[in-house]
Structures are given as structure tokens and as C-alpha cells.
């Protein structure tokens, strides 16, 4: 599939020797929730045209995968409102079934999670990641700015029927961070991981990022007090670092890019909705893919710029939040994708 020679070793590696396997890709801007972390209350999203078409993003994917990328993960804003999605998430899947993709998964807020589990199930899809950073329906309705947690939940149990695994991840907040106990252990109880993420200071939300941070580490403390968590060496590719709880059964990641970076092992690139390849979340150097299809570049030449690109990525991001910091990038979470 995809038009270029496969080929066995991945010529994916950075300068720093990091062999480079997985690509996630955010196919729109947009969303059906405004979290505040994420967007400001008013935000203005892309003209349709300089989205990546639905043949854009899976020209694109081809070539990554030929290359050697072995594992997908579609985001955005939110993958399952675009349009078409099922139709590059069905592509994808045939890459499963051929044996040159590991794994094809999503980050998705959940919310059209029920519409949609039977069909990624179908595809292939085993796992997701679900963000759900309070079970407090008032504070989701406040923190998402309008969303309805009944969807998400309902959207959560669609999944686990079709037999895809969710893990649920929570941004560490400082007005949920109270209620992140009550969300590992009813996730532990329903059978789901569940990573905690510090907030990163990704885009202008229009909040300050000091009102929002909490440091794992102050997290971690709080759960030790009544918790035992076992270090564990469970990997899923991604930077979560798990421990097991005791008292519950169940896995909890802790992904802290703030407080305990963790560049050295990265081995993930990012393509945005407009088509650049950004090398690493929290820098702003980048290839401009689509101005490069929209050109006319051919099969040879995209493969080319994809190798040059992993060859500039950048060794670590340097995030910091302090009073009167400036966002790391202007791009907002929700362009880059999470
Ligand atoms: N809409 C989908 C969702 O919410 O899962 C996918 C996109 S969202 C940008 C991906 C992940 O990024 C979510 O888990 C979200 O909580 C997280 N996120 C968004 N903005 C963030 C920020 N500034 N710092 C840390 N995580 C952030
Ligand atoms: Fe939408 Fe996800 Fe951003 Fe929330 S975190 S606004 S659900 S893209």
C-alpha cells in the first residue's frame, strides 16, 4: 500500500540515535468541548482549507509507515468529530492487517465514544485513551465548559463491550485535583489505567497556567498517604511512568514533562492538522508537509523530506510555569494534538 518500496530496517532515526516509530497525527483543530487547559472560550479555529484532506492525511501516513513507523495514534482537537475519520481509520487498518503497523489507537474526549466503539473495534483498535479529569459532573460540565459527563460515560462502557481497553487520562488541576482518587478507583473498580498529566503550557487559554498546575509530585504525596504504589516497569511506548496500587489492583501512570522530564527516551513525531510535522510537542521547529503535497512533491520526494525532518528532531523540550512565563509554543494542544 502507499505507492513507495517498503523496506525492513526504518531509516527513522533522529541525531541523537532515538529510532523514530511513532507518529501521531491530529486530523482537526476542532472539538465538541472548550476544557480550559486546552482552549480558550472563544477560539477561532482553522479554515477548512488548510486542514489536511482525509487523502492528504493518508498519503501522508502511507509514507510514514512505510518508513517504518509502527504505531499510530490519531488525536486532535477531537479525531472522532472530523469528518471522514472513519474512512482514514479503515486505511489505517489494513496496515494492521498486513503486519507493518503495531498498533492503531486514539485520544478521544469520549464524548461520540458510543456512536463509534463497535466500528474501531471492527478496524482493529484495541486501545484508547480517554480524558476524563473529574467524575464530578458539575466540575466536568465547568472544566469542559459545557460537556455532559453521562456522554463520556456511557461512550467509556461502549468500548470496554466492544472489547477495546480504555485508559483514562487526567490532567492534575488545582480546582479536580481533590477529586483524583474518586477517578483512579472507580477506573481501577471498571478495569481501566489511568495516567495523571501535569499541565503544559501549550497555547494562551485565556486562564493563567499558575492557577491551573499541580505538580505530580504534590499529587503522588497526597496518594501515598493512603496508598501503597509499587514502582512498576509496565511501558506503553508513551512517557507515562506506572506504579501499582495495592489497595486497588490497578496501574496509574504518572506523565510529568514539568517536573521530571522525559525527553531522552522520546520516540514519537507529531503531524498537525495543516500537515507540519512538528518534531518534538514543545518547539516550534517544523516541516510544512501539505505545502510540500500541495506543490506536487512526488512518492520519492515526500519520503526524502520525511527523513530530513526526523533528522532535525530536537533533543528535549524545556517547559516552565512561573508567574509571568510565557507559553513554550503559541500552537494550542488542540492543533499539535496530544
Ligand atoms: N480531544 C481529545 C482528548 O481530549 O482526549 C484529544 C486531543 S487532547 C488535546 C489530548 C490530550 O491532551 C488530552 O488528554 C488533554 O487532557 C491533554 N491536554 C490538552 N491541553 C493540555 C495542556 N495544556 N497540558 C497538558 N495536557 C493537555
Ligand atoms: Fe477538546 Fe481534548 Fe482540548 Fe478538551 S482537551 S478541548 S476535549 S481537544
Redesign the pocket.
Known amino acids: 500500500m502507499g505507492g513507495v518500496t517498503s523496506i525492513n530496517s526504518s531509516p527513522l532515526f533522529d541525531p541523537f540515535g532515538r529510532r523514530i516509530e511513532y507518529l501521531r497525527v491530529s486530523v482537526t483543530d476542532r472539538?465538541d468541548l472548550r476544557?480550559q487547559?486546552?482552549m480558550a472560550a472563544q477560539m477561532t479555529f482553522l479554515p477548512r482549507k488548510d486542514l489536511l484532506s482525509i487523502e492528504e492525511l493518508s498519503r501522508l501516513t502511507d509514507a510514514f509507515i512505510d518508513l517504518g513507523v509502527r504505531k499510530v495514534r490519531l488525536?486532535?482537537?477531537?479525531?472522532l468529530v472530523r469528518r471522514g475519520i472513519m474512512d482514514l481509520i479503515s486505511r489505517l487498518s489494513a496496515y494492521l492487517g498486513d503486519g507493518s503497523l503495531d498498533e492503531l489507537t486514539l485520544?478521544?474526549?469520549g464524548t461520540q465514544l458510543r456512536a463509534h466503539a463497535a466500528a474501531l473495534a471492527s478496524a482493529g483498535v484495541r486501545r484508547v485513551?480517554v480524558?476524563l479529569d473529574t467524575l464530578n459532573g458539575a466540575a466536568y460540565r465547568a472544566l469542559t465548559r459545557g460537556g455532559q459527563i453521562t456522554d463520556v460515560l456511557s461512550g467509556i462502557e461502549a468500548a470496554k463491550a466492544a472489547g477495546i481497553r480504555v485508559k483514562i487520562?487526567a490532567?492534575a488541576l488545582q480546582n479536580t485535583a481533590i477529586h483524583l482518587r474518586g477517578l483512579i478507583e472507580w477506573a481501577h473498580l471498571e478495569g481501566h489505567d489511568v495516567s495523571l498529566?501535569e499541565?503544559?503550557p501549550?497555547g494562551d487559554t485565556g486562564t493563567d497556567r499558575t492557577d491551573q498546575y499541580v505538580p505530580l509530585s504534590a499529587v503522588r504525596d497526597d496518594l501515598e498517604a493512603v496508598w501503597t504504589l509499587v514502582p512498576s516497569a509496565h511501558r506503553t511506548g508513551g512517557p507515562s511512568r506506572y506504579v501499582d496500587v495495592e489497595e486497588t489492583g490497578g496501574r496509574l501512570g504518572f506523565i510529568t514533562p514539568l517536573t521530571n522530564n522525559f525527553c531522552e527516551g522520546c520516540n514519537r513525531v507529531r503531524l498537525t492538522c495543516t500537515g507540519r510535522l512538528y518534531q518534538c510537542l514543545g518547539q516550534e521547529s517544523h516541516t510544512d508537509f501539505r505545502e510540500l503535497m500541495r506543490a506536487g512533491i512526488d512518492e520519492a520526494g515526500l519520503r526524502s523530506a520525511i527523513i530530513a525532518a526526523i533528522a532535525r528532531k530536537p533533543y528535549a523540550h524545556d517547559f516552565v510555569i512561573s508567574e509571568g512565563s510565557a507559553p513554550a509554543t503559541t500552537r494550542h494542544?488542540?492543533v499539535t494534538?496530544?
Open positions: 472539538c476544557c487547559y486546552c488525536t486532535g482537537g477531537e479525531p485520544t478521544t474526549n485513551n480524558s487520562n490532567v498529566i499541565v503544559m501549550l494542544m488542540s494534538g496530544g
